[in-house]
């Protein structure tokens, strides 16, 4: 079979813990062009898919995708030399005019790509007129960044559909079978950035001003609910998971919304701070089952302050008896360097006897304020080195399986090797009092 259009997710088939992880985007993207089209992993790629193919489409979104983004555009040129390889996400549109240069792709769309995509697929597909297209660096030409997503047009894509993508859209049937709701499933966005400036993060409103030359956008409240009908109707799939917390950065009435029906789905939802006993009862009563995370520290984690640690609690026990599971992402370098969130971690994790999920936020991004050339070598040789695959076959170990916090707890220890650390703390400090605040 051959195919106009052949999207390429730069990990491979065999990684499963992470291959489902697509930019949230992409399947709007994908929706969008009216062509023969098909998505597929790397591994799965073979001559006869590539020497009939017109046009590649390769996320570029997170910077360790950099060396197979290399390797994998090498080879479809040496392949089939004619095809048009077109790259997108953030790293591709912060490293842009470096990764052109160096790279054997052919155009690379910045920021925001759903407009510009169309045109460009369209433009390709019928020898069109693309130089005016917005977004766009290619080897011979650029244009200026002037698209940007606005509400109606985030309201207007579908996002709800995955059969353009058969082997993701079996990993994710084949996930909906693990025990508790996890983030290997159907995710529904919310939004697109976020309203904490957190200076590493490009969903922050300075750096999405940055990349994608706009601030927040959000779905309507009706465009979450007609995903979260359309999922429950589909009997493969058992739960979901949200992009972002659309009760911290939407609001109560948006929640109520969103959540004013009962669904055949459970979910998969992490708090970015702490909802009240009414808040939380709207997603108990929505949904089958819950698998609620929290952070010890305040908006994601990301804030300077520790969650009350009284309200925390009080809501741990309420929750006890409920159709749910609690979980508590944690940094482990917080554990170790502040007393406090050390004494809320040991006390909240042990005597609840919850999940623990590790949130590692040190996590290096290319800086779109620094020199591009050195940020492109430095994270290049970076992505070559990185092998993020032992950390997330953890993850989805911890939440397949389900194990207690003391079991995760370890299995944390054990991937940071920090062992020597947590006993030198527990040495130190009577456990007792530790636990007592
Ligand atoms: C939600 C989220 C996640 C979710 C994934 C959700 C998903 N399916 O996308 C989870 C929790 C799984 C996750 C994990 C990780 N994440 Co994350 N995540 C985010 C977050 C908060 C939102 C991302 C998002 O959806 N943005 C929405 C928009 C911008 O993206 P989009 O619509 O999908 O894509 C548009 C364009 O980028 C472009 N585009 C994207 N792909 C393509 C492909 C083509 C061909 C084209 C043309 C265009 C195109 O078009 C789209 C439509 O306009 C951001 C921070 C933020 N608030 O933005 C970090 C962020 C993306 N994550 C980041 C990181 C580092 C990670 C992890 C490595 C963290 C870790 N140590 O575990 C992992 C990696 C996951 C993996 N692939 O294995 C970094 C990426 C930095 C980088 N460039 O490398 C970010 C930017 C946070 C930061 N530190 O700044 N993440
Ligand atoms: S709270 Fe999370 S998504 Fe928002 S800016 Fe901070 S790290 Fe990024």
Do not use: T
């Given at each position: 079979m051959s195919y106009d259009l052949v999207y390429i997710h730069p990990t491979g088939?065999?990684?499963?813990?992470?291959?489902?992880?697509?930019?949230?985007?992409?399947?709007?993207?994908?929706?969008?062009?009216?062509?023969?089209?098909?998505?597929?992993?790397?591994?799965?790629?073979?001559?006869?898919?590539?020497?009939?193919?017109?046009?590649?489409?390769?996320?570029?979104?997170?910077?360790?995708?950099?060396?197979?983004?290399?390797?994998?555009?090498?080879?479809?040129?040496r392949i089939n030399p004619s095809i048009n390889i077109i790259a997108g996400g953030y790293t591709a549109t912060v490293l842009a005019e470096t990764i052109i240069k160096?790279?054997?792709?052919?155009?690379?769309?910045?920021?925001?790509?759903?407009?510009?995509?169309?045109?460009?697929?369209?433009?390709?597909?019928?020898?069109?007129?693309?130089?005016?297209?917005?977004?766009?660096?290619?080897?011979?030409f650029s244009s200026k960044q002037d698209y940007c997503l606005t509400k109606d047009g985030f309201s207007s894509y579908v996002y709800n559909d995955l059969s353009w993508f058969p082997a993701l859209e079996k990993i994710i049937h084949k996930a909906q079978k693990l025990k508790y709701p996890s983030w290997i499933g159907p995710w529904i966005p919310v939004s697109k950035g976020c309203k904490y400036q957190c200076s590493f993060c490009y969903g922050s409103p300075f750096l999405q001003e940055k990349i994608n030359?706009?601030?927040?956008?959000?779905?309507?409240?009706?465009?979450?609910?007609?995903?979260?009908?359309?999922?429950?109707?589909?009997?493969?799939?058992?739960?979901?998971?949200?992009?972002?917390?659309?009760?911290d950065s939407e609001g109560s009435d948006y929640a109520k919304a969103v959540l004013s029906a009962p669904?055949?789905?459970?979910?998969?939802?992490?708090?970015?701070?702490?909802?009240?006993?009414?808040?939380?009862?709207?997603?108990?009563?929505?949904f089958k089952y819950c698998h609620f995370w929290f952070t010890i520290k305040t908006?994601?984690?990301?804030?300077?302050?520790?969650?009350?640690?009284?309200?925390?609690?009080?809501?741990?026990?309420?929750?006890?008896?409920?159709?749910?599971?609690?979980?508590?992402?944690?940094?482990?370098?917080?554990?170790f360097r502040h007393k406090d969130y050390f004494k809320m971690f040991a006390s909240l994790a042990i005597r609840n006897k919850i999940d623990l999920l590790e949130y590692n936020w040190d996590i290096k991004v290319p800086d779109p304020m620094k020199d591009q050339e050195s940020e492109f070598r430095n994270f290049f040789n970076l992505s070559k080195k990185s092998d993020i695959f032992p950390y997330f076959k953890k993850r989805s170990i911890e939440i397949a399986y389900g194990h207690k916090a003391f079991f995760s707890f370890l299995m944390m220890l054990g991937t940071y090797s920090v062992l020597v650390k947590c006993l030198f703390n527990f040495c130190t400090q009577s456990f007792k009092e530790a636990t007592k605040i």
């Open positions: 088939l065999d990684h499963h813990s992470w291959s489902p992880i697509i930019p949230m985007g992409v399947p709007a993207l994908m929706q969008s062009v009216d062509c023969k089209k098909i998505g597929v992993f790397y591994d799965q790629v073979n001559e006869e898919l590539i020497r009939s193919a017109k046009i590649v489409a390769l996320d570029l979104h997170w910077y360790f995708h950099l060396y197979p983004v290399e390797v994998i555009s090498a080879y479809l040129k160096n790279f054997k792709i052919d155009f690379i769309i910045k920021g925001d790509a759903e407009y510009p995509f169309v045109l460009l697929v369209n433009g390709l597909l019928g020898n069109g007129d693309i130089r005016n297209i917005p977004n766009i660096v290619a080897k011979s030359k706009r601030k927040i956008v959000s779905r309507p409240a009706d465009k979450v609910r007609e995903d979260l009908l359309k999922w429950s109707r589909d009997e493969k799939i058992r739960y979901v998971h949200f992009i972002s917390d659309f009760l669904y055949d789905l459970s979910v998969y939802y992490e708090f970015y701070n702490i909802p009240s006993i009414e808040e939380v009862n709207l997603f108990l009563n929505a908006d994601h984690s990301s804030g300077k302050n520790l969650n009350n640690f009284e309200a925390m609690r009080a809501l741990f026990d309420y929750l006890k008896d409920k159709n749910c599971r609690i979980g508590l992402c944690v940094q482990p370098r917080q554990i």
